[in-house]
């Protein structure tokens, strides 16, 4: 399997692309970052690639799996990544 991308060679891919410095790209990739993690709340959407949703998760049983025994998990919020659908298509192929 390949290595990700780390965010240096992100940048550069960006700055390559578009006539911009990789400093100018870092920059952006910095502002999307800072931007979802404001907007998360309301659902923070990439066109093309997916969007933030907090998703409430009720409490439930769950299992030690250790022992065997019963312990019971709170209810939480959690963010959640949902891909759009065009992605799926363009990494796994449309059937």
Do not use: H
């Not at 907090?54 to 049983?61: D, H, K």
């Amino acid at each position: 399997m390949a290595k990700a991308l780390s965010k240096s060679q992100i940048a550069a891919t960006l700055a390559e692309k578009n006539e911009l410095t990789k400093k100018q790209a870092v920059e952006i990739l910095e502002a999307l970052v800072e931007l979802a993690y404001k907007q998360a709340k309301n659902t923070f959407t990439i066109p093309g690639l997916g969007k933030l949703v907090l998703v409430n998760r009720a409490a439930r049983v769950g299992r030690n799996p250790a022992t065997g025994a019963q312990i019971n998990i709170p209810a939480k919020r959690v963010v959640k990544f949902r891909v759009a659908k065009a992605a799926k298509d363009a990494i796994l192929g449309s059937k």
